[in-house]
């Protein structure tokens, strides 16, 4: 059977805690006589008064005694040295970061990497995709690009991505968002577009957006699973290159969109407006009603009295010839 080990064959922080205990145990004796009874050796003696010294176990009486402090003070102690190293060490982590970011951003541009994974997750419930978007507030850099087709949002909704909203433009980002025109003639949407331009925000309105769509740094994009429904979930996009092209798509929508103060102007050739010029696209590649209305975030109503002046503009007998006249004298370029 091996022998039980002396304290010389303790590691470091063991031999510490073998000499505190032996103060502890005797009151009265000093560190030098702790060492002394319990056998070791110069070097276990300086690394033992070393680590009680660090964790704060013993103090100094002179320049030649230590002596042990209460167990108490010494818990107290021992935490605000793991404290105050914690502190040093997430210190030393973020400079580390900082440094790789810089090395990221230097010498790993978009392209280095020719094999580029996309990652997909799925978000099912309301819950997560707010937790995904309270975490990219904070993680976002540069650029937040947003588009809102139908159909309106609710207020409450508005409401409570506003603190989100007020975060990203108090860090300096560019913020651009895209909202179907006839949303904005919703009171409470039109307010809150206002409010996002005092903000910051640069806010453009379009008369017919395909799908609702964020994008952050043009690195990660969140996206509905369902077009047709914002309660079936979401999906989280990332990939650089991916994403890219999801953030060209938006730029292009961007540039066919207006300024929030903007009105729908008529076309000063054709007469049409911007939204009879979507309802006719709409029509031209074979939606119905139902579906221009969706798009267009409209009432199926407002859609049917549209295109029955457009056709009776047009002088068609039928949805197909408008939409054939209509390519004729090139309304739908």
Known sequence: MAPAPRERDLPRGELALAVYSHLH???THTFEHAVQSLGLESDEVSAARD????????????????????????????LEVGQRRLTEYRGAIADVHGTLDEIVNRYMPLGSSRNEEVTLSVLRDQRRINGYLDAMTSLAREEVLTMHPGPPPPLESLTESLDRDLHLAERGLRLRTIYLRSLAATGYVNDHLRTLESYGYEVRLAALLPVRMLIFDRRRALMP?????????AVVIESETFVQSLAGFFDYCWQNSS????TDE???Q???TEHDQAVLR???????????????GVSVRTVSRTVGELTHRLGAESRFQAGVRAAQRGWLD
């Open 25 to 27: 145990r005797h009151g």
């Open 51 to 78: 680590e009680l010294l660090r964790l704060g176990l013993i103090t100094s009486e002179n320049s030649d005694s230590h002596v042990a402090i209460l167990p108490e003070s010494a818990v107290i102690k021992a």
């Open 225 to 233: 699973l369902n077009p047709t429904s914002i309660r079936s979930g």
């Open 259 to 262: 300024p929030l103060s903007a």
């Open 266 to 268: 008529t076309d000063a």
């Open 270 to 272: 054709s007469g049409l």
């Open 282 to 296: 709409m029509l031209a590649s074979g939606a119905k009603d139902e579906a221009i209305a969706r798009g267009l």
